[in-house]
């Protein structure tokens, strides 16, 4: 079955970096376009970065834009996000989510059929 | 930025009564692209709805959506005991994507 396994959250201070990763497997990853959406606590959802399934096109929330990275290893069916500059606006659970594009032959649909468990981040000095 | 607007914001209700939550656009939503999400404590969302009307698979036929343009609606039709949680319907098709603030449904 889909499975999308998120790690390293953590508390960080303020300014520095922390990088998450997102295992899959019970699909084939390289077909799917995949996307970061987080959830600060007691919050609603807000989408964070998509890259589609041959990581050639990536987009950003404007909140993260120029800070975060988001890339992806299909020979290690593992997602990646890099965060830099971190501020406690970013103290979020972080959420992999699969997009149904491999299913519909498309590189993007825009909506999430399978979600990963979350990891918590926290900036806090 | 498309803002969506999700109405109540609590509902209460007890099991076996009929639920309707509102998902409102600032603008038109092309092609219907609405897609809701029920998420319960402690767990990541799970996908109910996409297209505004066509049910994800595995999901029972008490959960509908329908709609268009501006204004949407997820109709739950004989709540049960584990539908109590929180729904948040999202717009796709222009960037940026965007989630309504969610509804949630609790146990009158």
């Known amino acids: 079955q889909v499975q999308l396994v998120e790690s390293g959250g953590g508390v960080v201070q303020p300014g520095r970096s922390l990088r998450l990763s997102c295992v899959a497997s019970g699909f084939t990853f390289r077909s799917y376009a995949i996307h970061w959406v987080r959830q600060a606590p007691g919050k609603g959802l807000e989408w964070v970065a998509v890259?589609?399934?041959?990581?050639?096109?990536?987009y950003y929330a404007d909140s993260v834009k120029g800070r975060f990275t988001i890339s992806r290893d299909n020979s290690k069916n593992t997602l990646y996000l890099q965060m830099n500059s971190l501020r406690a606006e970013d103290s979020a659970v972080y959420y992999c989510a699969r997009d149904p594009s491999g299913s519909t032959g498309t590189t993007e649909e825009g909506y999430f059929d399978f979600w990963g468990q979350g990891t918590l981040v926290t900036v806090s000095s | 930025e498309i803002v969506l607007t999700q109405s109540p914001g609590t509902l209460s209700l007890s099991p076996g009564e009929r639920a309707t939550l509102s998902c409102r656009a600032s603008q038109s939503v092309s092609s219907n692209y609405l897609a809701w999400y029920q998420q319960k404590p402690g767990q990541a969302p799970r996908l109910l709805i996409y297209g505004a009307s066509s049910r994800a698979t595995g999901i029972p036929d008490r959960f509908s959506g329908s709609g268009s343009g501006t204004d949407f609606t997820l109709t739950i039709t004989r709540l049960e005991p584990e539908d109590f949680a929180v729904y948040h319907c999202q717009h796709y098709g222009t960037s940026p994507l965007t989630f309504g603030g969610g509804t949630k449904v609790e146990i009158k």
């Open positions: 890259i589609w399934p041959e990581g050639s096109n990536k």
